[in-house]
């Protein structure tokens, strides 16, 4: 199933992110790790990010990764063909570039 309408929502509520996380798929790729539940029965893909506190220190540090990975999922949004709700883990030691990302979450979804 495509997303017709290509809607990526946050993934919300402490009982929702419980069960992504401890009932689903994980994909790994060099520097993200993707916790997903597929679920066809709703029409959107609910997406968290997450980064290590023991890798980035600094809060500023840390969202700014997140901002950049919000940023490879909306520019790979067209490439998303399934729904349901997942959780994207950063599991790098440096600052990412957008661009590698990027290719980091298409190669994700390739692999979904």
């Given amino acids: 199933m495509v997303l017709q309408n290509r809607k990526i929502k946050r993934l919300k509520g402490k009982t929702k992110f419980r069960k992504v996380f401890n009932a689903s798929n994980v994909i790994k790729s060099d520097f993200?790790?993707?916790?997903?539940?597929?679920?066809?029965?709703?029409?959107?893909?609910?997406?968290?990010?997450a980064v290590s506190k023991k890798n980035f220190?600094?809060?500023?540090?840390?969202?700014?990764?997140k901002r950049l990975l919000?940023?490879?999922?909306?520019?790979?949004?067209?490439?998303?063909?399934?729904s349901g709700?997942?959780?994207?883990?950063?599991?790098g030691l440096q600052l990412p570039d957008l661009s590698i990302l990027v290719e980091e979450v298409r190669s994700l979804i390739k692999k979904v």
């Avoid at 993200?32 to 990010?49: C, G, S, T, Y």
């Avoid at 220190?57 to 990764?65: G, I, M, T």
């Avoid at 940023?71 to 067209?78: Q, V």
């Avoid at 709700?85 to 599991?91: A, H, N, T, V």
């Fill in 32 to 49: 993200l790790i993707l916790r997903l539940i597929k679920n066809e029965e709703i029409q959107h893909l609910e997406v968290a990010v």
């Fill in 57 to 65: 220190k600094r809060a500023v540090d840390r969202n700014r990764v």
């Fill in 70 to 82: 919000r940023e490879a999922i909306k520019k790979n949004e067209k490439n998303i063909a399934f």
């Fill in 85 to 91: 709700r997942c959780i994207l883990f950063y599991k």
